[in-house]
């Protein structure tokens, strides 16, 4: 897949892969600053608008593609990554990336956003994760917390939310990765990262929908908050956090725990490994959450791995190569006989 | 490949018994799962093919994979007719059946002509055998074949004895006890082991050696014994049939949509990608597209029905022909998708290989009950085309047919067959692939507004372009919810809604054929006309010659194009005292033309998991033309569900 | 709760001005989705009906969830009809239009009546707002509105100033604006301000009393500006309806249903099971019920529409009432479990609440398309009863029968409602639920058989017995494939499937409703019959009885048993020179009537995302009356899809 | 969830639980085995007939309610999790077993799975895998190793096959097993604990197709490679394995490796705890398989966790204790008017 222009060399920016399109989020919705920084990445790594296609599912976020100057496929509920992953079965020489939102990807869509992930389709995923259903006006998602009261559950949601991040390891993620909308600079850095790999790429964003879950992240917006809720992982760095970088991450008795650096010693601390062979690390990283740890943002995992649709043109070649089909040798089949 | 000459081949045991020519005769190889009836049957069907017959196949096996052996659940069967004339269907009774055990015989002998032969694998007919068949006495003693011409061999002593020295298991040994049977019924009815003999030479020759050759003393055994004993008093033989000069194959409904897939994407120059989620009885579709990917064809194994029509669409999406496959159950769950497609007037091809329903049913059975699902199976006005394959051989140019329509009308087309097309065969005179029509696709490399590229800007047949991924300056969004009409663009205009809703359904109304949209069978005009659609087009045939050649002024109007249906249907109906249409229903194509022509069309309808048998049809004209409506009319109000 | 006394409501500004008596009159609130025109409408409808007028609301609102400020996409409204005779729709034109900015304007002002009252927001016509609603000009002074009787109020200054004491912030008061709109309309129509004063603080009082002050300021400046401008020369009263006498609310169709659905578990004296996945229009159910948990209600968000269907299916076999409910596209989706219910002969209701179709078409209009998807929509014959909804608060009732037929004949019953009906509101005269009839379910508790317990042994109505597990000597197991009749074992006989499909079909055929199946509208005889079904029923009642007041032959039968079709229909449907079918699609329910009965149906369809207009429907009625049927036979063309 | 009999004291054998119904799998099938070990768990537990329901989606698996008398439900593919929770959710006292197979669970099911685990439905998962489309005669299931020759993959499937077990960890397991059909003993012990879990117990056992996937299970059959190929998980123990129990399973940089006893200190090795509040151990065994692991066998995780229809029904007791529903009153609602 190549993402370089083939067909012009002229410099894109940013507002060259907007559409004529109204945007038509709420005013205030973390959706916005998403599409920017996509559109900034696109222009940075100068993607060919031909031959570049953003397919979603329903949703508030699924919307994206209406916004994006390339091709796009705004499809049904659930359904974007077997749309994906049709069309790169079809064309491998696409770039193409989904949006999808929590109960887009994890909820109606939740067998195909893992069977997608498991074979590697090489195919960028978006997950705006509000923790709620924003275009049904606001009903509990499988990420709300469990208790949330919503329209669908007044006395409180009985469900234990999933974590996209352990599903995705779980089912074999080559990549994965983490931002939040209001960190622009970091979700450049997340967007970019996944351009850059080969393979089903996850990226979750946490969103805010200031409708109808407004200040789900409050604990990493918060100028206070912030950094002593944040472990920003970096290759091969130890996992150190808090406004003063007085915290860190080791394991004890296979388990995470946050540890005071002022007590511990360096090398106990867990070093971060996003090449990893085993997810087992990764998955570590996904269980740790709010309020017990910080959440971990950035890249979990990113390991090369053979693509879906290469395996599967492979074969067609590999058939070719032993000859070219015939189309009246298959009609004619092995056994004829003839009628004078 | 075998060529015949012009005399009819006489059979090698003919000096010594009286040799009776018979126009066609029909048999039934039975046993169980494991018996090996299928191959039996196969190598029969081959052989009446090479001598020159035309020939119709019936395979019918058990929802099971194996069964328990011995149970009436695990009886396998294959029936075949074979004609010196041409014929349409697998014959409605049998005149010989060959029962490997007592539940084959018990599942079998309801079909078998009075004064039929019936030959039974004595063998088997220990009291063991008897209760797992649930038969309380021995039917080979009681008296209940009283009226056929039954015949007792001990087809397991017979095959190992001609077997043992090969020095093979017993146990594969056992397993050559369908070529005794074989070899038997050749002698029968006069076929040359000839081709048997070549398809074991090539299946084990090189390979194994010994199984080939103890397969081909069974075989041989079983052909000697009919010529040396003295059970048998008489042979038959049926001459070759007047068909067609040319070359021909036996080919089977699967076998022939998915030939005529690949086919439709090297006359369109396209990739074909055909995405499926296994399914009874379309699973063979996939499994031979999966062995053609030579020929650039992309198979996608989903992970169910709905990610399949996804990546269908998916792939129509980026350029190439996006297929999918399945059964009833399977095409329920397509239903939201299809819409999509619609929606987006992108081209898709969808097979429904039909099977009993409702729910699960009968998975192994045949039945035409998804038609009024294809119709109007989804939310909303979302009309899409929809044809049905009226035979197996008819499946290749149906599905050629059906990617013509969806490339060329942007718009997904429902390909109907069923499961006794699927899994039948009939002889197929080859065509000659240069000689098929190319198809032309065209997808636009600049804008075509001044105003830039309009995506839903339509062409004289309502036609949107079909703008494809990778096209600089055409860049461009689809979706499923409503379209403005010429830009593309989200609309909630209620002005525009109505104006696509009927944009959507005048261009699917418009639809020229490229196919035959109905097949006739006698004058335009008369007493009786049999409107069928789909796999009953043999039986319908057949019963409909036989009643002309009686005299009776009936004629056969096949409908292949279910929507839209044929132009000159409505006029054609009203030419007709009596409109009968037979269906495997409760009357779905019967409540289309009621509703679209005011006709009071009668149904003949079957329910069984069964295709009809001549007679069947034949006992339906006349009942109509007795004015036995009202009997036929329960059906009817039965068929409306209200 | 307020009461009424005999004499008419005076309108406290009525000594000023002339006061104009009208029979009803229509006035709709049109604004930015943030400028809260659906509460304003909301306060406009309970006042009106508290003082006793007949009401009918028709709220209407965009697809986004907020759309950007000022665009034609963020408009939202909401009309209500306010009437001293009973009228059956929200009103076809508009008297009065309360435009909150230029977008509201621009999208609202075709419905207005000529000479009809115009009030805009003055403070919100800038060249910025202008242009967001794509004006070129300023449509207050280009003469765009010329014919209408356009009051400009500054509505921004106005409720600033009036509130500015209060010490709230701008853009709280801001967020006053309705409140002053909401007020001055009250003062034309002369409705008291008292229920909306006792809805302020009963919302705001005590939490945030300084809100509640701001709004009340607003709304009585809103109230004296009428009075006291010279802006309005005169004002009108409607008075009251003669409506049968008793307690009234107003109730929108949703609220109905699910009103019915825990009625129907109380009256069968069972726990209801309410599984949804959520879907617009059809979401307020599963937020209703999910408040009603002290009447045993259990309600589960499942993860899709199969998983919903999949756990009603459970309840239902655990002994529950299992209901799940959806749109279109959500109904598309549990199509293969319906085969499931139907196969397994379990109770279940599936509510489809009708939106615009296809795909994801029109997620927040409304549309009858689904009706063909009901019937037909599932693999197999897979027959289920089909009622739907005439009314608002008709839900209650069609629930409450969905209920009693699944569990009286042990099948799936769609109720079909639409999104008109279920956001649109009327009063409601209450219901004393001690008069509502009982639900006899009775389970069995021993075997019925000799041989042991048959769970598909058959009543004279064909309906097998609901036994529940947890009942001891009653094991039994279930499933999709075809099933034996009477031990309900997996059977494969080709008899027995057509005798159970046969059997399914006449079980679903000789249903007896438990309600009214059809409602009629004047005579059973007559010129032209009009026949609809669903939400247009107050649209083709109002003109049927106007065009009877004019002397014309006309009746109008409303069906509410879609599946089975009412028994009288077929002779009914003969009685009259001309059947018209007016639907929100391309003629689906006339389909239905030309297949079974033979009978010229004609359509009259309209698929705008919009309900029918009483004109539209007196339109048609004088088309075919004047022979003008090709026009229509056009539509009917475009209907059949071929 | 009572599972002792109430309406009968007599001892039932594991014959009473067999159906008059003549079992259809294929001679020499390992449904067989597992089908004999449930009839045993049930007769030994002495579990009520007429309170235990078997659920199942399609599939040659799927045939296993037929054959077991108590109430069941055959139902359609990929769904019997959905039923089984609504039966649950309206039924909490049934005794709700679910049978399943890798095609029906994790291929058109895998939605459905994934979310029943997470809700921690008190039921009981059977998941047959046979890494085969049994019922379909053949073809590649999501289990299945890549480069399977099946009759849709004749060049072999490109796809990478999916861990039941760390999937059904990410969803939050709270029970998860091991067991395979030739090993009776043990199979029936795994039972028995799936049996006494309150919540949802996934039981994956291992079978043999022996018509479409002979033998996908002969290094843990046969004689000779059995016990070197077999981790037997036991609460509180090191991981110790091989004829000789000369093998250990120890952590090296986060990662499993096997060691050779003589060489290695024991407290190195492993030790299994079920009860591990963190998921991440019982997943990092879910990684661990042929050929470069033993596989593990046994109980990976069993931890205690509120269940889904007692929170669902908690709340309906709350609110009826505020006021059992007056249906006269919620029809005629807060505002209202009179017509005289
Ligand atoms: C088949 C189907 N079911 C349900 C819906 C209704 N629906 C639309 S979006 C949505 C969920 C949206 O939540 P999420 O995926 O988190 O996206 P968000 O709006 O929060 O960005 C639902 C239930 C639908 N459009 N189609
Ligand atoms: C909706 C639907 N799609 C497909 C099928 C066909 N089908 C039946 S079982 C099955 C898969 C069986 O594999 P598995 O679940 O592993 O069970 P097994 O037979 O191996 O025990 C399939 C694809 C079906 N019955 N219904
Ligand atoms: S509802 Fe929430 S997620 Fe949707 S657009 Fe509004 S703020 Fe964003
Ligand atoms: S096909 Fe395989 S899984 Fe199915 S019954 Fe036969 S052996 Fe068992
Ligand atoms: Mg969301
Ligand atoms: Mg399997």
Tied chains: 1, 4.
Excluded at chain 2, 115 to 141: C, H, M, T
Excluded at chain 2, 320 to 345: H, I, N, R, W, Y
Excluded at chain 2, 622 to 629: D, E, F, L, P
Aim: hydrophobic content about 40%; glycine content about 10%.
């Amino acid at each position: 897949m190549s993402i370089a222009p083939s067909n012009t060399l002229t410099v894109l920016k940013a507002s060259d892969y907007a559409t004529d399109q109204e945007v038509r989020w709420c005013p205030g919705c973390g959706d916005y600053s998403i599409l920017m920084q996509m559109k900034k990445v696109c222009a940075k790594l100068g993607m060919d608008r031909a031959k570049t296609v953003f397919v979603s599912g329903i949703g508030c976020s699924s919307r994206f593609p209406y916004y994006m100057n390339t091709y796009g496929f705004h499809s049904i509920h659930g359904r974007a990554p077997t749309i994906a992953t049709g069309l790169k079965l079809a064309r491998p020489d696409l770039n193409v990336w989904m949006v999808t939102g929590d109960g887009d990807a994890l909820s109606i869509g939740g067998n195909h956003f893992m069977h997608v992930i498991r074979r590697n389709v090489d195919i960028k995923i978006l997950l705006f994760n509000n923790r709620i259903y924003g275009l049904t006006k606001g009903q509990y998602s499988p990420t709300s917390e469990q208790g949330k009261k919503t329209k669908s559950t007044p006395m409180g949601s009985p469900e234990f939310p999933i974590r996209p991040a352990s599903i995705a390891l779980a089912a074999g993620a080559t990549f994965y990765a983490r931002s939040i909308d209001v960190d622009v600079k970091h979700l450049e850095y997340v967007l970019e990262r996944a351009a850059a790999h080969r393979g089903t790429a996850l990226v979750e964003i946490y969103q805010n929908c200031n409708i109808f879950n407004d200040g789900a992240y409050d604990h990493l917006t918060d100028k206070v908050t912030k950094s002593e809720n944040t472990l920003y992982l970096e290759q091969g760095k130890p996992m150190i956090f808090g406004k003063a970088a007085d915290k860190g991450i080791r394991l004890h008795d296979l388990t995470p725990e946050v540890t005071d650096l002022k007590t511990t010693d360096p090398d106990d601390l867990l070093i971060h490994d996003e090449k990893h062979a085993d997810p087992t690390v990764a998955f570590l990283l996904s269980r740790m959450g709010h309020p017990r740890f910080p959440e971990p943002m950035g890249v979990f995992r990113a390991v090369g791995h053979d693509v879906y649709e290469d395996l599967v043109r492979r074969q067609n070649t590999a058939a070719t190569e032993k000859g070219v089909g015939d189309l009246q040798a298959m009609v004619t089949g092995e056994e004829t006989w003839d009628v004078a | 490949m075998s060529t015949i000459t012009e005399e009819p081949t006489t059979p090698p045991g003919a000096r010594h018994k009286p040799v009776h020519t018979l126009p066609s005769a029909t048999i039934r190889f039975a046993g169980d799962s494991g018996d090996g009836m299928q191959l039996a049957g196969t190598q029969f069907t081959d052989t009446s093919a090479i001598v020159g017959n035309d020939i119709s196949t019936f395979p019918d096996f058990p929802a099971e994979i194996r069964a328990p052996a011995g149970t009436l659940a695990g009886v396998s069967g294959f029936q075949v007719q074979f004609s010196s004339t041409d014929i349409f269907t697998p014959g409605d009774d049998v005149d010989a059946l060959v029962a490997m055990n007592p539940a084959a015989l018990k599942t079998n002998i309801k079909s078998v002509k009075k004064g039929g032969i019936v030959i039974v694998n004595d063998d088997s007919f220990a009291p063991v055998d008897l209760k797992k068949a649930g038969y309380e006495r021995n039917p080979l003693e009681d008296g209940t074949l009283n009226g056929f011409r039954l015949i007792k061999v001990p087809i397991n002593k017979l095959t190992s004895a001609a077997a043992k020295d090969t020095g093979l298991g017993v146990k594969d040994i056992d397993r050559c006890k369908n070529m005794f049977a074989l070899g038997l019924s050749c002698w029968l009815y006069g076929r040359p082991l000839g081709p048997t003999l070549d398809h074991i030479n090539a299946k084990f020759g090189v390979r194994k050696p010994v199984v080939a050759q103890a397969n081909i003393l069974a075989l041989k055994a079983g052909f000697n014994y009919g010529e040396t004993t003295e059970l048998f008093v008489e042979q038959y033989q049926v001459p070759k049939a007047k068909l067609p000069a040319g070359k021909y194959r036996k080919i089977t409904g699967n076998e022939a949509t998915a030939m005529g897939m690949i086919a439709a994407a090297n006359l369109a120059g396209k990739e074909l990608v055909y995405c499926s989620y296994p399914i009874t009885p379309a699973s063979d579709i996939l499994h031979y597209l999966a062995s053609q990917k030579n020929f650039g064809v992309v198979t996608f194994q989903a992970e169910d029905e709905i990610a399949a029509i996804g990546a269908a669409i998916g792939a129509s999406f980026g350029g190439a022909l996006g297929c999918t496959g399945t059964s009833g159950p399977g095409m329920a769950l397509k239903a939201e998708a299809v819409g999509l497609a619609v929606m987006t007037e992108l081209p898709l091809v969808l097979i429904d290989v039909q099977r009993g329903g409702p729910s699960t049913g009968l998975p192994t059975k045949t039945e035409q009950a998804d038609l009024l699902q294809a119709i109007h199976g989804r939310n909303g006005e979302c009309p899409v085309a929809v044809i049905a394959a009226a035979s197996p051989s008819d499946c290749f140019h149906a599905a050629i047919e059906a990617f013509t329509l969806a490339t060329q009308y942007m718009t997904p087309v429902m390909l109907l067959t069923d499961g006794y097309l699927a899994n039948g065969s009939e002889p197929w005179l080859i065509p000659d692939v240069s000689k098929l029509p190319r198809i032309q696709i065209d997808h636009p490399t600049a804008p075509n507004d001044a105003k830039g590229f309009m995506p839903y800007k339509r062409n004289e047949k309502l036609v949107r372009p079909w703008s494809i991924p990778g096209t600089p300056g055409l860049e461009h969004r689809i979706g499923g919810l409503e379209k403005q009409d010429v830009t593309g663009g989200v609309s909630y205009d209620p002005i525009n809604h109505e104006h696509m809703v009927r944009t959507r359904a005048a261009k699917i109304a418009n639809i020229t054929p490229v196919g035959e949209d109905m097949l006739w069978t006698g004058p335009q005009s008369g007493d009786v006309l049999v409107v069928g659609w789909g796999g009953t087009w043999g039986a319908i045939k057949a019963a409909t010659l036989d009643l002309q050649h009686e005299g009776v002024s009936v004629s056969a109007c096949h409908i292949r194009y279910m929507n839209p249906l044929p132009r000159g249907l409505g006029n054609a109906l009203k030419q007709f005292k009596h409109v009968l249409v037979p269906e495997l229903n409760l009357g779905q194509l019967r409540t289309l033309i009621r509703n679209r022509y005011l006709v009071d069309a009668k149904g003949l309808n079957k329910v069984k998991g069964l295709p009809f048998t001549i007679h069947e049809i034949i006992d339906g004209v006349r009942a109509i033309m007795a004015g036995k409506v009202t009997d036929l009319e329960v059906v009817v109000g039965a068929a409306n569900g209200g």
